[in-house]
């Protein structure tokens, strides 16, 4: 076979190869493509990225967690509500939020305290106001009960030349008395009526007291009550601890709700009371 004949049977064979035939394969040619990557092929044609790079971007890409975009809320929505207040949300978005105007930020709201009456900087009272066991040469039989309004002490008599003492809170100015009277009624955790001279005089001062109290821990009565003949006088515990020892009430003897509870069980009633 001659050159000629040779070369048409080549041609004829491999079409692909003339750049005819690839200029009409192609509407534009591709752009030739320098890859950095040197164990690459030099020369890169369609744009191809080299495997060993394309193997790299990938083992990234899985290492990687990638975001989700989530879409944005519509201005006044509950979720941007929600996520205003996200603490997941990032600190640069808050900000950037809050100088856009995009949410505002709800001031707390305003509580209302119930005031409560403050108590005194020193909540103990004097140790000579806690019970004790006292020399007593009295006249009074054992098992009187003598109360001191002036040095603010309350004698239980006993035998033997003694007698225990407690300390008292009695009667502020102008409502001092004296007398002697009987144990007539004893009662626990007692209920408080205060009388109508009490609640009109508290209530020009603005305080104004209820017209039954029932027995209790607030109530000013406290855990026990020894009642004195017919008058409204009592000898009582108290939720005022701290105001043993002054003279604070209006009339009656008050002592600690411990202290109370200790002459309530060794008084019967009937017992003899005297008040100087």
């Known amino acids: 076979m001659s050159c000629r004949n040779l070369l048409i049977a080549l ?3 491999f079409p692909m190869a003339l750049p005819a035939h690839a200029s009409d394969r192609y509407q534009s040619r591709p752009p030739v493509m320098v890859s950095p990557d040197l164990s690459a092929p030099w020369v890169l044609q369609l744009g ?5 790079q394309g193997r790299q971007k990938r083992r990234i890409d899985q290492a990687r967690p990638q975001a989700t975009r989530q879409p944005v809320p519509a201005y006044g929505s509950p979720q941007r509500v929600r996520s205003a207040v996200n603490p997941q949300v990032r600190p640069e978005r808050r900000v950037i939020s809050q100088r856009r105007g995009l949410f505002t930020r709800q001031q707390p709201a305003v509580r209302q305290v119930v005031s409560r009456p ?5 909540p103990q009272i004097e140790p000579q106001f806690l019970p004790q066991m006292v020399a007593y040469d009295g006249k009074h039989a054992p098992g009187t009960i003598v109360i001191d309004t ?3 002490f309350l004698y239980l008599v006993t035998e033997h030349g003694q007698a225990k003492r407690y300390g008292v809170g009695v009667g502020k100015p102008g409502f001092e008395w004296a007398g002697t009277h009987k144990v007539t009624a004893k009662r626990e955790w007692p209920d408080w009526r205060p009388p109508q001279e009490m609640i009109a005089r508290e209530a020009e001062k603005g305080h104004f007291l209820p017209a039954h109290m029932p027995g209790g821990p607030e109530n000013p009565l406290g855990a026990r009550a020894l009642y004195l003949g017919s008058t409204l006088y009592r000898i009582h ?4 601890p701290w105001s043993i020892g002054s003279a604070v009430s209006s009339g009656c003897i008050r002592m600690r709700n411990e202290d109370v509870i200790d002459l309530y069980d060794r008084v019967p009633q009937g017992a003899k009371v ?3």
């Open 274 to 276: 005297i008040v100087i």
């Open 118 to 122: 403050q108590r005194p900087a020193k």
């Open 237 to 240: 515990g108290t939720n005022a």
């Open 11 to 13: 041609i004829a064979a």
């Open 150 to 152: 002036r040095e603010r």
């Open 48 to 52: 191809g990225i080299p495997a060993t």
